[in-house]
């Protein structure tokens, strides 16, 4: 039920992500999905906590084992971007854009934001180099650079960016090596 959720929420979008439409992904009735969830809200907000849990693990998995050596602050900023752009991302951009007008949504997202944010803080240890910012800066830089290409990413679909994507990588690499003076 919740992979189907976070596929329709993919698909069609959370105002679309209807019970019906959930049932059919899933191949259960709708008494089958509420032996499970007591409500549409319940699942959304499981569904929301598997997304933040698979993108924390997806953050933790690529950047574990790098070395320094081996990974330029380019590198390191463009697999972010990539990150951003994975299909399991824009399901978690479209629930907190729907969470901004539902204040139920809202609330109950609002502890599993929290958590994801500290989630990726803990897996961001893991990346080469982070220790070369200032420590009372480094959470504010590293979500600075995720909501920048979350930024991006929600907008590519409709208008794509070309040359400018590349220029915003190279002065988002610029700015955060001017920090590491």
Do not use: K
């Amino acid at each position: 039920m919740v992979d189907a959720t976070i596929e329709a929420v993919a698909d069609v979008g959370y105002a679309r992500t209807s019970v019906q439409e959930i049932c059919g992904r899933a191949g259960l009735s709708h008494g089958g999905m509420f032996r499970h969830f007591d409500t549409r809200l319940d699942l959304v907000v499981a569904a929301a906590a598997e997304v933040a849990a698979r993108q924390t693990r997806g953050f933790a998995d690529r950047f574990a084992g790098l070395s320094p050596a081996q990974t330029s602050l380019a590198d390191l900023l463009r697999q972010l971007r990539d990150l951003s752009r994975d299909p399991v991302n824009a399901v978690w951009r479209e629930l907190l854009v729907a969470a901004r007008t539902d204040q139920r949504l809202r609330d109950r997202l609002r502890p599993i934001v929290e958590n994801y944010r500290d989630d990726v803080y803990a897996a961001a240890m893991l990346v080469p180099g982070i220790a070369a910012f200032d420590e009372e800066i480094r959470e504010v830089l590293l979500f600075s650079v995720l909501y920048l290409f979350d930024g991006e990413s929600l907008v590519r679909p409709v208008a794509e960016d070309g040359p400018r994507e590349q220029v915003r990588l190279t002065l988002a690499e610029r700015c955060l090596n001017s920090l590491t003076g």
